[in-house]
Nanobody
Framework: VQLQASGGGLVQAGGSLTLSCAASGRTFSSYAMSWFRQPPGKEREFVAGISWSGANTYYSDSVKGRFTISRDNEKNTVYLQMHSLKPDDTAVYYC?????????????????WGQGTLVTVSS
């Protein structure tokens, strides 16, 4: 599976952005997917995850209520809608495919990663 993240950019605090992650390969619909982010000088952290069917979603406390993860299995794409952005949301955002039965919150649960897309939120 190859993942291509896009949609990052510069936005003012309070603004919105939608990230996309396009996947190649016919098995996309069998993978749970997640978004992680890595702020400057910090470790990569879990942001949001979605089950293979889209029926179950998971969020970190820091983004709950502001971000929404979704997927379109016919388009092999997972999305991250981000609203009410804050300067603390500034990071490189990565999408990833989760191994079966892996814990959503740990980077070690993921095998394929996109190249990342930079989101910068100005105050």
């Amino acid at each position: 599976v190859q993942l291509q993240a896009s949609g990052g950019g510069l936005v003012q605090a309070g603004g919105s952005l939608t990230l996309s992650c396009a996947a190649s390969g016919r098995t996309f619909s069998s993978y749970a997917m997640s978004w992680f982010r890595q702020p400057p000088g910090k470790e990569r952290e879990f942001v949001a995850g979605i089950s293979w069917s889209g029926a179950n979603t998971y969020y970190s406390d820091s983004v709950k209520g502001r971000f929404t993860i979704s997927r379109d299995n016919e388009k092999n794409t997972v999305y991250l809608q981000m609203h009410s952005l804050k300067p603390d949301d500034t990071a490189v955002y990565y999408c990833a495919t989760r191994r079966p039965r892996g814990n959503y919150y740990f980077t070690t649960s993921y095998d394929y990663w996109g190249q990342g897309t930079l989101v910068t939120v100005s105050s």
